[in-house]
């Protein structure tokens, strides 16, 4: 489980470091194409302010566009006591806990660290787990607090914003650009390739880091619990269970403990485009984990 979680951590450090880089590479050549800086220094202040606001206000949108509702713990008690139970095992504060009614089983966390942190189940999950199933699910989204995952996609979604806006101004500044005003014409023909390629590039590469923290997730959850048979129990049933969530959305896909779609990805292509890693994979990390515990 140990070498799991840190081979997840290096591998997200390297996602984000090569994020970094291409946006340098990217600034770079769009700077020798316009012979000037300039546009890249307001590019990247409205990216960050435009990020910054929206990572504040993330855990809003989130549970507003999922539907969800706090509850207390005369509620739901088995799951208020889950939460409660893992957060203390996990040394975390309580985080809100908050229900989605949605008979499709998932669930998620958001929250911009452990003292702003939520957890959010659907009513389907809390009808179709046993006890140890959701301890695991709840384990894999404390998980996510813990790690400060939420953060870390914060930080890619930074650098994607920042990516789009450079490629999209850049791309509209040649239109207004003189043919004699600076720049070299290779950098050009380059340029204006990256302005068109890197948000499709800035996008896999945020689902690779989405991808890689799930992985890390279901190591530290299982960890957490000491019980990875209960995670993949869960996993199990959830990939049986065929239909969507009702308030799915692109937007807030990537926080949820399993594809809200329920889409099958066929093939490398649509493996790149996923949000989550697929389901047997995760059960198959899972169950070398058990084997390796024994």
Request: no cysteine.
């Amino acid at each position: 489980m140990y070498n799991q979680i840190d081979a997840n951590k290096q591998k997200t450090v390297f996602l984000i470091v090569g994020f970094i880089v291409f946006i340098a590479l990217v600034g770079y050549v769009m700077s020798r194409a316009l012979g000037s800086p300039s546009f890249i220094w307001f590019a990247l202040i409205f990216g960050i302010v435009y990020a910054t606001i929206g990572y504040y206000a993330s855990a809003s949108v989130a549970l507003a566009l999922a539907g969800a509702k706090p509850v207390k713990k005369e509620d739901a008690p088995k799951l208020y006591r889950i939460v409660e139970n893992l957060s203390i095992t996990a040394g975390l504060p309580m985080p809100q806990v908050y229900i989605i009614n949605d008979p499709s089983p998932n669930a998620f966390a958001t929250g911009r660290d452990p003292k702003h942190a939520v957890v959010a189940a659907t009513s389907g999950l809390l009808d179709m787990m046993e006890d140890e199933e959701l301890e695991g699910v709840i384990a894999h989204e404390l998980s996510h607090v813990g790690n400060y995952d939420i953060r870390v996609m914060a930080l890619v979604i930074v650098l994607v914003t920042i990516i789009s806006v450079v490629s999209d101004l850049f791309f509209r500044m040649t239109w207004f650009r003189d043919e004699d005003e600076g720049g070299s014409g290779v950098f050009m023909l380059v340029a204006l390739a990256l302005s068109l390629l890197s948000p499709i590039i800035a996008t896999l590469l945020q689902l690779a880091v989405s991808r890689k923290r799930e992985y890390l997730a279901d190591a530290s959850g299982a960890l957490l619990t000491r019980y990875p048979e209960g995670l993949v129990g869960a996993l199990e049933k959830i990939d049986q269970y065929k239909q969507p969530m009702r308030r799915a959305s692109n937007t807030t896909a990537h926080l949820y403990f399993a594809n809200p779609f329920r889409g099958k990805a066929a093939g490398f292509v649509a493996g790149l485009f996923s949000t989550h890693p697929p389901i047997a994979d995760r059960i198959a990390k899972l169950q070398q984990m058990e084997g390796g515990g024994s």
